[in-house]
């Protein structure tokens, strides 16, 4: 992916840079564990949607890096806090936890991070900014809550899966893209096109990560297969199963068991391929990506526009 | 106390009500931890400091609220987040935790008060309340990641100390007493006395607390004496003895031992007590709370200037 953002390379380099600068702290352990954390990668999505919403602006770097590095911190923050494992829960599935510092230190560090960037957002005082991003990071909290209260619940329907991956994934990449265009004083018709530009890709990610989750090769990964249903987590291709396998009592049988065997993995996800569902969930993910290509249109014809199209394609592009 | 917030009880009242408004939410787990923990109880302490500091201005209980009721929810959200225990870390003392969630929710939870905090707080946009408490909110992480790489540090200097529940507790407080005038249009001569107030009582409640741990009966305090010693939480009882004892080699031994039998934890205390470590800390709080009521001497007599005085006195008497 990340050769699609040739056009904002030297601005991403400038945010690594303001990264690695923002979480120096007094406290070695503090500076080492959150710098370590950034050293360890990531495509850097949300600040680079957040440069390209500020191209379609009267674009200058110094306005959106705040934003930009801030948007950076709170998604780490979420994952961070999305590895706390609760002990009770690990009996469900055998996740895996790149257990690298306790679960003590991960939450204080997500704090930590997440207050870095109230104070980088402190200098948007008076826009939008603050308020949408207080906004998304509450309703991020609900969907990483209700993923937990509707693990296991197969009774569940397209539209709590909707709702739930809208919060996770969507709204943080929608924010990017609608505030680096306000950061950057774009008028109210391209942000907003830029938010639900932003929305329609997160979706499309998102659906695409639970289809990967079933098809990717391990190493691709970097995690085991099947991860979402050992955990309980129902996605879409398990919905799509549930709905039309003609074996839906076994697979049914088999999702809800708490400690599944990889064979048992193997199989829930055999079932699933068989009757379609990875298709069935691609073909939704492309019907996001044509929305959000749609939404681009009636913008400006400034040049990174083509860059968000070919970005959409790609995210779907990577289906399987 | 709470008979000394006699002057706010009908605006602590509204704030109550709010808080329990303001977590309610989509998911009904959400709404129930949320307000468990609510109802749950506390001293309502840092609203109080704010309405109390907007009564040197020109108070109005709408000016106050939402700031009131943000200062709760973060001060909810660390409580919770410092509920997240670290496995590894239990084998060092015996927490005992009251483990009503899991560390995973613990962890959404705190997240999800803290950013309806952020959201409350947008309407403060343009003064000092977001990037105060922007600031607060990262200089509290740092403590509470100090804390755990400080645990069991035997050299730490009473200036660590200092720096640690400085950012543990005093921030927060003086940040109450500081906003609360400002956001009922306080000049900044007194809400920068007020923040100066604030920290000084919020010093003297962490050392006293610390203090507690040591002496308070089991009952009252609601956990087991010796919770720090247990934990290896250098306080400042703790650094007096290893300065001062003679029997400085037992104590370091009894502190540097990771498992404590019940035995090992009170011979520790009574060495504390016995080099008269309780004294020490207690006149230090006390010099905190004579510097407290000294800043509020220039300030207007309003009548809860007074009140301030008496909560000031109050925590040093609740010393022993």
Wanted: some cysteine.
């Amino acid at each position: 992916m990340i050769k699609l953002f040739d056009e904002i390379r030297s601005d991403l380099e400038i945010v690594e840079a303001e990264l690695l600068e923002v979480v120096k702290a007094p406290d070695p352990l503090l500076t080492d564990t959150a710098t370590h954390l950034l050293k360890a990668g990531g495509k850097r999505l949300r600040p680079a949607f957040s440069l390209l919403g500020g191209k379609f602006g009267d674009f200058e770097i110094k306005k959106v890096l705040p934003l930009a590095v801030a948007l950076e911190l709170i998604h780490m923050a979420t994952l961070v806090h999305d590895d706390v494992v609760d002990s009770a829960m690990t009996r469900r599935g055998v996740r895996t936890v790149k257990a690298m510092w306790g679960n003590k230190i991960s939450t204080h560090i997500g704090d930590y991070l997440f207050g870095q960037s109230l104070i980088l957002l402190s200098s948007y005082q008076g826009t939008m900014i603050p308020p949408v991003l207080a906004d998304t990071s509450v309703k991020m909290c609900e969907g990483e809550i209700y993923q937990i209260s509707a693990s296991y619940d197969t009774d569940q329907t397209l539209r709590d899966y909707f709702y739930r991956i809208k919060r996770k994934t969507a709204l943080l990449i929608s924010a990017s893209c609608q505030l680096g265009a306000i950061a950057c004083d774009a008028p109210p018709k391209t942000h907003l096109a830029l938010r639900r530009y932003g929305n329609h890709v997160g979706m499309a990610f998102q659906i695409t990560d639970d289809i990967l989750d079933m098809t990717a090769e391990q190493t691709r990964l970097g995690k085991p297969i099947g991860g979402d249903i050992r955990q309980g987590i129902i996605t879409l291709p398990v919905i799509y199963a549930l709905a039309n396998s003609a074996d839906r009592d076994h697979i049914l049988h088999l999702i809800n068991k708490e400690n599944k065997s990889n064979e048992e993995v193997f199989e829930a996800i055999s079932i699933i391929k068989d009757c379609g569902g990875l298709e069935y969930s691609s073909r939704i993910a492309q019907r996001y990506i044509s929305k959000a290509k749609q939404e681009l249109n009636p913008l400006p014809d400034v040049p990174v526009k083509e860059t968000l199209k070919t970005i959409a394609d790609f995210i779907s592009f990577r289906n399987f």
